[in-house]
């Protein structure tokens, strides 16, 4: 086993190093990156950037964003999906339960705080450095895995969050999202000048624009409120799944079984 | 004469560390700890993902990879069994 394990590091370096060497993992840059590194923020350009010092963001909610919003609308859909199942089961919480250990206890009561900080700044900060809105819900989402191992499934009721609540939370993120791209839209309808759904600065044939910077700093036009419209709508998201999934069996069986096929 | 590279070394080590966590998490019947295992075979796909230079998918596969995901299979495995049967 261990011989086998070397043997095979040793291959696999071998073959990598020789494959780069040989040109196969070509490190100079191709055609498409360069013109994406040279637009992803540049006031030279302003009918064509993103003004996003994060080429990933620019990509993702500029360059390529209505691809990244039916990606939003899909994972909506999923937690549609789950809370039709769900239909008619009796309320999140209840019953005991102490949890894990006291140490436990007190150390994740210390690391919420951070995780929160953590990802509110990848949120807010998606457009300036890696991150984005799903990369902050998905790590915000842990906090909802936490509470249910260590503080035990009743804890949901003790925070203050049911499941009606992430819902509401989730609807807000999504609302916010279609209130941005639908901006260009009232504009052209109050205005009567061209403007594109989703636009986020001045293009060849349009003079709409979202500012780029607030107070002298870069906020990137859409990008910033995407970003935080999704981190809303994502960790909710996950969070009324983790609810639903901790519910316990015997509470939810006669809701999930239905009618017509009864005990 | 053929240069081996840091990174390249790195990711080779990596990705073997996890070759070896997959096949640990498949063959382990306890399933509690395959799901542990899945979660180390994570880490190491997410050293990889950095050294690779992709910071923004790292930040989305450690809480998906380490937290939820495995959350999701031992609430699962909660409701099932613990051990794989025949």
């Keep these: ?263 | 004469m053929v240069r081996v590279d840091v990174t390249l070394l790195l990711l080779a080590l990596f990705s073997t560390v996890g070759l070896v966590f997959t096949y640990l998490a498949v063959s382990e019947r306890d399933l509690v700890r395959a799901v542990i295992y899945s979660a180390v075979q994570s880490s190491a796909y997410a050293v990889m993902l950095y050294l690779l230079r992709a910071p923004d998918i790292v930040l989305v596969y450690l809480p998906v990879a380490v937290g939820l995901y495995p959350a999701a299979l031992l609430f699962l495995i909660g409701k099932t069994e613990k051990v794989d049967g025949e």
């Design chain 1, 1 to 263: 086993m261990l011989i086998s394990i070397v043997a095979s590091v040793a291959l696999l370096a071998y073959a990598t190093s020789l494959a780069g060497a040989l040109g196969y993992l070509g490190l100079e840059t191709r055609a498409l990156a360069k013109m994406f590194l040279t637009l992803a923020y540049n006031p030279g350009l302003r009918e064509l950037t993103a003004m996003a010092p994060e080429a990933v963001t620019a990509i993702v909610w500029d360059f390529r964003g209505v691809d990244t919003l039916y990606e939003t609308v899909v994972f909506y859909m999923a937690i549609i999906a789950a809370l039709a199942i769900y239909r008619g089961v009796p309320k999140v919480g209840g019953g005991g339960g102490t949890g894990l250990s006291l140490i436990v206890r007190v150390v994740t009561k210390l690391l919420i705080p951070m995780n929160i900080a953590v990802a509110l700044s990848i949120a807010v900060h998606g457009h300036l450095t890696p991150g984005g809105g799903f990369q902050a819900g998905a790590a915000l989402a842990v906090i909802s895995v936490l509470l249910a191992v260590v503080y035990s499934f009743s804890s949901y009721g003790r925070v203050g969050i049911d499941i009606p609540k992430a819902v509401t939370l989730r609807s807000v993120g999504l609302v916010a999202i279609a209130l941005v791209v639908f901006t260009p839209l009232i504009y052209s309808l109050v205005t009567g000048a061209q403007a594109y759904l989703m636009q986020n600065y001045v293009k060849v044939d349009s003079g709409f624009s979202f500012p780029a910077e607030v107070f002298g700093q870069l906020i990137s036009g859409t990008l910033i409120w995407l970003n935080v419209a999704e981190f809303l709508a994502v960790s909710f998201g996950f969070c009324i799944i983790f609810m639903l999934l901790s519910l316990r069996e015997e509470v939810i069986r006669p809701a999930l079984v239905g009618e017509e096929h009864g005990p």
